[in-house]
């Protein structure tokens, strides 16, 4: 049905073919699992050239045959104005954190809206609750690939869970979810490894790529999503980040989103990046590279003195770059590949 080109965030861009089937089962099993209801209107403010506005917002409103509101730009302002007549937004985090710098966004202003789903990128804590407490609604969270459409999702009714801040939810009814060790090991809950799914809305293949097909898939048939994550006892899954961004220092694996984690929450960080670069000693170290908030003073060395008090001191960043912005794709990822591009001479 479609050949739709990945993000290329960690490399050349492959064409991932998606079947008919694949995209009528994902549209099915989301229409019931995020409550679609006769009435509902779609706000549409994301690009048409991408799985997330191409197939799972646009698919979900004719399926269920919902008016879009359609936006061939997004304006922060325009969509806040448009929530007196929607009930579903799908945003990337972009967009949620651009209408947070705007003061017309309150809970009158989102009382007529249903549903908030966001997805493309990770979702920061502080995005998640500082929307909560300003319109009322907790954003939805999922987790899907341009391979396979959507993978999982955080409940949209109630009495399947909570929508949890920070995890991308449970897996979609259909879809098959595990994680592995680096030995193709099985991995108890709360352990972290590749994350590996199987269902009916995996693709077939990359276009003209039959080497890399086959290299991508187990021998029992399950999808390597080049993801890294775990699923807690409760069965929440949370993604740690891609595997090629897993940094191995001095023979220690070292998850770059952890440490962001703890980066974000310190005063005046606004986001942050940690990638790795090569090391004569190591192998491979951290590089923190840092945005602060408006009007705050973030000093790197100071940065990396705190975190040595939270953390191994195998995971702690050799060097903490303080920037503007970090280098984004246009559904908001950061690429870091441009950023360990930048900085690989460091230790040279």
Known sequence: AAILYTSGTTGRSKGAMLT????????????????????????HALPIFHVHGLFVAIHGAL???????????????????????????????????????????????ASHMRLFISG????LLETFNA???????????????????????????????????????FPLPGVGLRVRGDEGQELPAGEIGGIQ????????????MPEKTKEEFTADGWFRTGDVGKVDERGYVTIV?????????????????????YINEMPGVAESAVVGVPHPDFGEVGVAIVIPRPGAKVDGEQLIGTLKSRLANFKIPKKCFVVEQLPRNTMGKVQKNLLREQHKGLFA
Request: proline fraction near 5%; avoid cysteine; glycine fraction near 12%.
């Open 20 to 43: 008919h089937g694949n995209l009528l089962s994902n549209a099915e099993v989301l229409k019931d699992y995020w409550g679609w209801k006769k009435g509902d209107v779609l706000i």
């Open 63 to 109: 399926l269920n045959g919902s008016k879009m509101l359609w936006l061939a730009k997004f304006d922060p302002r325009k969509v806040i104005a448009w929530m007196r007549e929607g009930t579903v937004f799908m945003g990337v985090p972009t967009l949620y954190t651009r209408m947070l710098a705007e003061p017309a966004l309150t809970r009158d202003a």
């Open 120 to 123: 493309s990128a990770p979702l």
């Open 131 to 169: 929307w909560k407490e300003r319109t009322g609604h907790t954003i939805l969270e999922r987790y899907g690939m341009s391979e396979t459409i959507m993978l999982t999702s955080n409940p949209y009714d109630p009495k399947d869970g909570e929508r949890r801040g920070g995890t991308v939810g």
């Open 197 to 208: 799914v199987k269902g009916p809305n995996v693709f077939k293949g990359y276009w003209r």
């Open 241 to 261: 980040g891609r595997s090629k961004d897993l940094i191995i220092s001095g023979g220690y694996n070292v998850y770059p989103a952890e440490i962001e984690g």
